[in-house]
T-cell receptor
Framework: GAGVSQSPSNKVTEKGKDVELRCDPI?????LYWYRQRLGQGLEFLIY????????KSGLPSDRFSAERTGESVSTLTIQRTQQEDSAVYLC???????????FGQGTRLTVV | KQEVTQIPAALSVPEGENLVLNCSFT??????LQWFRQDPGKGLTSLLL?????REQTSGRLNASLDKSSGRSTLYIAASQPGDSATYLC???????????FGDGTTLTVKP
């Protein structure tokens, strides 16, 4: 596609429910990153994919968070048993290789009520 | 562990002024440094990417410089306009980490 696409753009969920966030990277981009941005704060690294393997999962805040990627395409970030502190904008970025220019999607705004 | 700092956190200038945003990083073994712009409620838009072998990159009214040895990058905005109002973030990419580390950003307000 023309750019990184994330869906849904907004998600409101009840505490304790599971949510799935989707990221479609730019076609041909092998590297894919997930970040979290709380209101008024900077970017918090979550996980990095090179192809469909995840060399660095160090940023996942708890075992309620998981992510997978199919081939060098779509990635999903799953949050189980959501908590209010999970409320944030979740941003996805992709790049041709990890060290090349990164392009971001518009993010998914998650609100846990 | 790479740490990236951006000072000031916020900056307000009158329209037409030239300004400099600062980005410093602790680990100078970076592969590249990228500057982004973020508008409220939006994702990040890439502005400039400087490779470690480069000293600067220019795009229109924007000029980014890189000094690896001192761990600093600056983003120069010439003849600022109200439309430049946004948060500007820098990100340093370290090959050994396989990822970029972001600063917290500088929020710029350009007043008409």
């Amino acid at each position: 596609g023309a750019g990184v696409s994330q869906s849904p753009s907004n998600k409101v969920t009840e505490k304790g429910k599971d949510v799935e966030l989707r990221c479609d990277p730019i076609s041909g981009h092998t590297a894919l990153y997930w970040y979290r941005q709380r209101l008024g704060q900077g970017l918090e690294f979550l996980i990095y994919f090179q192809g469909n393997s995840a060399p660095d999962k160090s940023g996942l805040p708890s075992d309620r968070f998981s992510a997978e990627r199919t081939g060098e395409s779509v990635s999903t970030l799953t949050i189980q048993r959501t908590q209010q502190e999970d409320s944030a904008v979740y941003l996805c970025a992709s790049s041709w290789q990890g060290y090349t220019e990164a392009f971001f999607g518009q993010g998914t705004r998650l609100t846990v009520v | 562990k790479q740490e990236v700092t951006q000072i000031p956190a916020a900056l307000s200038v009158p329209e037409g002024e030239n300004l400099v945003l600062n980005c410093s990083f602790t680990d100078s073994a970076i592969y590249n440094l990228q500057w982004f712009r973020q508008d409220p409620g939006k994702g990040l838009t890439s502005l400039l990417l400087i490779q470690s072998s480069q000293r600067e990159q220019t795009s229109g009214r924007l000029n980014a410089s890189l000094d690896k040895s001192s761990g600093r990058s600056t983003l120069y905005i010439a003849a600022s306009q109200p439309g430049d109002s946004a948060t500007y973030l820098c990100a340093a990419y370290n090959t050994n980490a396989g990822k970029s580390t972001f600063g917290d950003g500088t929020t710029l307000t350009v007043k008409p």
